[in-house]
């Protein structure tokens, strides 16, 4: 058995340690907000926050995230960054398809959270993850919006 923090409530779950914690995520607890993109950690669909740090879930061993605090898109607004990022994706209509959008969110409140003001190097740097849409204009607007958020 092991103990996880999700979302701030802790979970017991019944699965082998070197399960990813994607799978963890979305087919043991039914969270589907955490995208499956490419499972070589490349894309960023999956992104969760792991004590603050954007973490690619596809390739993250579930004991490895033991004792952590994990957030996930599901619960990303309980942040003030990440409400703020919300509020910055919907007035900028940033998603076209959507797909990515999750870990895109996810990806720009752990670099709020620890620049509040960017540079845009800084946006380019911490915003890896894919945009099969190529939204990263808007995205980039966005994550600029919202470090300028009151």
Same mark, same amino acid.
Not at 16 to 45: F, N, S
Not at 65 to 91: D, N
Not at 139 to 146: L, P, T
């Given at each position: ?22 799978? !963890?995520?979305?087919?043991?607890? &039914? ?6 993109? %490419?499972?070589?950690a *490349?894309?960023? #669909?999956?992104?969760?926050?792991l004590?603050?740090q ?31 990022? !919300?509020?910055?994706?919907?007035? &900028? ?6 797909? %990515?959008?999750?870990? *895109?969110?996810? #990806? ?32 980039a ?10």
């Amino acid at each position: 058995m092991i103990e996880l923090t999700i979302n701030g409530t802790t979970r017991q779950i019944d699965v082998e340690g070197d399960t990813p914690l994607l799978w !963890v995520l979305r087919d043991t607890l &039914g969270m589907t907000g955490t995208k499956y993109g %490419c499972g070589i950690a *490349q894309c960023g #669909a999956c992104s969760v926050l792991l004590d603050g740090q954007a973490t690619r879930s596809c390739v993250t061993p579930v004991e490895s995230a033991v004792g952590a605090q994990i957030t996930t898109i599901e619960a990303i607004e309980t942040l003030p960054v990440g409400k703020k990022v !919300v509020a910055a994706w919907v007035g &900028g209509e940033v998603p076209q398809c959507g797909y %990515c959008q999750s870990g *895109q969110v996810i #990806a720009a409140t752990a670099l709020l959270q620890q620049t509040p003001k960017p540079t845009d190097e800084d946006i380019a740097a911490a915003m890896t993850n894919l945009c099969r849409c190529g939204t990263y204009n808007n995205i980039a607007d966005a994550v600029r919006h919202a470090a300028s958020a009151a």
